[in-house]
């Protein structure tokens, strides 16, 4: 069986694990103030062109989200995201549980809009009823979406604008940034997530590490005492150098970008390949999450050598399904599928 349905199937790139074991027996302070966590920052800031920005290494994506909405929010906020958001959907009622509303947007293939928060934030005030009602306080999104889309850099410029004109912070959650910035067509660049957001994730659990995510918080209100909610909401590391070893890596010579450019590579042509056989998309994604819509039939010809996701339901007893490839999909992997989409389908 070949797993095509997430892109954390796999352990961790070759380089990190011998980097891992190059410096295992080496002695460093804890809790990522180690020289390699430091050098990750300053390799991930360079490429922000933001030095006075910070950087902090957390065990994964929902004690990320969790930790920094938490820090972002007095206890009557809440945090806007897309009804299809991670945070909405994916995290169990995480951010609830820290005591605070997740505020559901209606979204376009997973994308919220300039003009939705404004009205958001805007209605909010002007309702005689307000200071009764949960006070929308922070922005959540991601890119790539739940559905592979990309915001463009104007489309995050104007969300900014919104974001900054109501002093609402802004956070974009990065767990599969590394496909974003490989993806074609892409013209976001770290630089712009740092100019335009308050804090924004840079993913490695999903890009080629073994676990573990990069918070970068260029808002020096959210950044303080900062630490002290990583602690508390679970997402500190006791050996962190663990993890900024693994960024290290990532961020020494482009290979976070080179993963991401070929999982992207390998998913337009499968892409292509269900197209071929007339399986049209759900919807238009350029990174490494692709969405054919096939019949039952279809279906269980390739669930028979295939993992892969059921997305959601479209006409006709027909469903959307989800194929995701990584960082370390085997082109040889990739070549079987195709082979089996022309033949079976």
């Known amino acids: 069986m070949l797993h095509f349905e997430c892109d954390y199937a796999e352990g961790a790139h070759p380089r990190i694990l011998e980097r891992l074991a190059a410096t295992n027996l080496e ?30 290494f957390l065990v994964g994506g929902t004690q990320v989200n969790t930790a920094i909405i938490a820090a972002g929010l007095r206890p009557w906020q809440g945090v806007l995201s897309a009804a299809s958001g991670h945070i909405n959907v994916h995290e169990t009622g995480a951010v609830e549980a820290t005591g605070h509303k997740v505020l559901a947007l209606p979204h376009r293939d997973g994308k919220v809009w300039a003009e939705a928060i404004d009205r958001a934030v805007s209605g909010h005030y002007a309702d005689g009823n307000a200071e009764h009602m949960v006070q929308p306080w922070m922005v959540y999104l991601s890119n790539p979406t739940e559905y592979g889309t990309l915001y463009t850099k104007a ?53 080629g590490a073994l676990f573990g995510e990069a918070l970068v918080i260029t808002s020096p209100e959210l950044n303080r005492d900062f630490r002290y909610t990583i602690k508390q909401r679970g997402g500190m590391l ?13 961020f020494e010579d482009g290979l ?69 490839t990584s960082w370390a999909t085997a082109d040889e992997a990739l070549e079987r599928l195709m082979a089996d989409i022309r033949t079976k389908l």
Not at 27 to 56: F, K, M, N, S, W
Not at 238 to 243: D, P, T, V
Not at 269 to 282: H, P, Y
Request: glycine share 8%; net charge neutral; proline share 3%.
């Open 27 to 56: 002695q460093t302070d804890g809790y990522g103030v180690d020289p390699h966590c430091q050098r990750a920052r300053e390799l991930i800031l360079a490429q922000c062109q933001a030095p006075e920005a910070d950087v902090h």
């Open 155 to 207: 489309e995050l410029t104007a969300i900014s604008q919104v974001c900054r004109r109501w002093r609402v912070p802004l956070y974009v959650d990065g767990a599969r940034l590394g496909y974003a910035l490989g993806a074609a067509g892409n013209d976001l660049f770290l630089s712009d997530y740092a100019a335009l957001c308050d804090a924004f994730t840079v993913g490695g659990t999903k890009v």
């Open 238 to 250: 006791a050996k962190g150098r663990l993890l900024g070893i693994q960024f290290e890596v990532l």
């Open 256 to 324: 976070y970008q080179a993963l991401g450019e070929k999982a992207d590579r390998q998913a337009m042509a499968l892409r292509r390949a269900f197209e071929e056989k007339d399986c049209a998309m759900l919807l238009d994604s350029r990174t490494n999450q692709q969405f054919p819509i096939l019949s039952r039939a279809q279906q269980a010809a390739l669930a028979e050598k295939y993992q892969f996701s059921y997305w959601e339901p479209v006409a006709e007893g027909r469903g959307a399904v989800r194929f995701c």
